[in-house]
């Protein structure tokens, strides 16, 4: 077995045995069972409600694990001081960091799994159809989490475990507005202006690629370039962001 | 093994960018198949010199070389083994589960790591424990684990920081066989330790470190030899009162306890000139003892010599 393939097994293992993973997952579930209930209550078309707030819900959570988890993971263990071992055992910087990295999406995607399935067995005792783009939706939600524990693990490369948490998600809640950045830099007068925003707007991950909620919502098409380019988009972002936390990490003193 | 040239390290610390010279110019050479104890008080620099050693800092400045190879090969981390200070596992891993991890990382697996971890486990006393997980482990079992895995790979030089700490005097004397041990095996053992009294019984050779500098380095006997006046202790018993107010002022320092008095002489040519007045006053030789001077006085020295620089 590789070096990196036993790291990435030993953080999912690590994170199996955590007890905030199942209060996340729990949580997550008991809202998406819940949309039935609040479903009722409306007027309107009831699986509109129950898929809008069953996919949200996806995908707070998913980016509460991604966050939460995913610093823990690399932070917590220079501050307990666990990685002392593993640095001093025949294993380069960049298999640990990528070995956790991993690790982390294999749990992201047992948690997905997991909401998906009971997002549709919610669908199925509606007797609602089980539309293909609601896979896709949540396909780019799980690219979303990708990006977002790439740049939770390149926080806890340089920064204490709070930091990075508070990093992230703030980069997550930039990360869905910075269309307006771009929108901001037309608007202004000046030239420099425009360049630092435009700048701004290419260097921050846009998330709303990762969003086709109310496509989906209001049945609109939505087509497979689209799919593909977000997609793409996702995993450029991500080499950048792991080579940069690649640099830092090899850099760096373990104190 | 070890090669250390001109080793240094400099940290930065605070918002005021303040400069901590941790190491300075350690030079160092640990030759294969002894025992290395590398001592000194907290906060001396053990354990920076040994993160440097291990990969986990980068030097300041300065070059050293394990097993023949540059620091940073990852190749030698095949053959070395390293316990750090007090330290920390995973600890919702039980006993086994650890020690396969680590035995993957070195590239083993199947029944070749499962008979290695069970020779371990049996080599530090938790054969009966291995399917508890760590976090219900004592500190004394930890130590043991880590040790276990600082060993999985059977490696050629084993570097360990402060294995003795916080243990008690049982698990110091488990922990020192240990390393007498891997000695035999022909293994080279460095280890750090404040613990001196430990050092003097096992080290081949000890280097002491105070303030980041190497002070002293050399076979233990050789060090203690250096060290010079030796003192001599005699307790004598039912001495009269002239000859004991004669020994008295012969010795630098006498305890009388009811029948017996102890003289303790500075030179061994006084405890000669000692013996007549001890016969003639009627008193009963009832033991002789050469103190031979400790580590701990050659430590003592130097911590305050560097506290007087």
Redesign the interface.
């Known amino acids: ?1 590789s ?1 990196i393939a ?2 990435a097994l ?1 953080a999912y ?2 994170t199996i ?2 007890k905030l993973l199942y209060n996340l997952v729990i949580f997550a579930l008991l809202l998406i069972g819940s949309s039935v209930i609040l479903s009722t209550l409306t007027v309107g078309e009831r699986s509109k409600i129950i898929v809008d707030l069953s996919l949200a819900s996806i995908n707070l959570f998913g980016v509460l694990i991604a966050i939460f988890v995913g610093i823990g993971l690399v932070s917590k263990e220079i501050e ?3 990685i ?9 910087r960049w298999q640990y960091l990528l070995g956790k990295y991993l690790g982390l999406l294999l749990i992201l995607a047992v948690n997905l799994t997991l909401m998906t399935v009971c997002f549709y067995l919610v669908q199925l005792a509606g007797e609602w159809a089980l539309r293909p783009e609601l896979m896709m939706a949540i396909w780019l939600i799980y690219v979303e989490l990708m990006v977002i524990t790439a740049l939770a693990l390149l926080f806890s490369t340089f920064t204490t475990s709070t930091l990075a948490a508070i990093f992230t998600l703030s980069l997550y809640v930039i990360g869905h507005l910075s269309v307006s950045i771009k929108e901001f830099a037309k608007r202004i007068g000046t030239e420099t202006a425009a360049i630092v925003a435009n700048a701004l707007y290419y260097s921050l991950p846009n998330l709303d690629h990762f969003n086709i909620k109310a496509e989906v919502l209001y049945q609109a098409p939505v087509s497979f370039a689209r799919l593909a380019w977000a997609t793409f988009y996702g995993l450029a972002y991500i080499a950048v962001i792991l080579l940069l936390a690649g640099i830092i990490f090899q ?1 760096r ?3 | 093994m070890i090669v250390c040239k001109q080793l240094t390290k400099q ?1 930065v610390t605070g918002l005021r960018q303040r400069k901590v010279l941790a190491l300075q110019g350690l030079d160092l050479e640990v030759t294969a198949g002894e025992i290395f104890g590398f001592l000194g008080p907290n906060g001396a620099g053990k354990t920076t010199a040994i ?1 440097i050693l ?5 030097p300041t400045s300065g070059e050293a070389r394990l097993l023949g190879k540059p620091l940073g090969d ?2 030698v ?2 053959r ?1 083994g ?3 200070e007090s ?4 600890d ?2 039980t006993a086994a ?1 650890f020690l396969t ?2 035995g ?4 083993r ?1 199947g029944r070749e790591l499962r008979s290695r971890i069970d020779e371990l486990l049996e080599l530090v006393g938790l054969a009966d424990r291995r399917r508890l997980r760590l976090r219900n482990f004592s500190k004394g079992m930890l130590q043991r684990i ?1 040790l276990a ?1 600082a060993l999985i790979n059977d490696p050629s030089l084993v570097v360990l920081d402060e294995p003795m700490s916080g243990l008690d005097p049982v698990g110091r004397k488990e922990i020192r066989d240990l390393i007498l041990h891997l000695k035999e095996q022909g293994k080279t053992v460095f280890f750090s330790s404040h613990i001196l009294s430990d050092a003097e019984m096992i080290c081949d050779r000890v280097g002491i470190l105070v303030g980041g500098r190497l002070r002293e380095i050399g076979r233990v006997e050789e060090l203690l030899g250096r060290l010079g006046a030796k003192t001599v202790e005699v307790v004598v018993a039912g001495l009269n009162g002239e000859a004991a107010a004669r020994l008295r002022n012969m010795a630098v320092k006498a305890v009388v306890s009811g029948p017996s008095t102890m003289l303790v002489f500075d030179r061994e040519e006084r405890v000669d000139e000692a013996l007549p007045v001890i016969m003639a006053g009627g008193g009963k030789l009832v033991s002789l003892v050469r103190q031979k001077g400790s580590l701990e006085d050659l430590f003592m020295r130097e911590v305050a010599q560097e506290r007087r620089e």
Do not use: C, W
Not at chain 1, 84 to 92: C, E, L, S
Not at chain 2, 87 to 90: D, E, H, K, M, N
């Open positions: 077995m070096k036993v790291i030993n293992k690590e045995r955590d307990k001081k666990t002392f071992t593993i640095i001093a055992k025949p294993v380069h850099r003193d373990f104190k | 940290f993160k291990m990969g986990l800092i980068y990852v190749g981390k095949q070395i390293f316990l750090p330290p920390y596992f995973y919702y891993l589960e991890f680590y993957q990382l070195f590239g697996s880590g895995q």
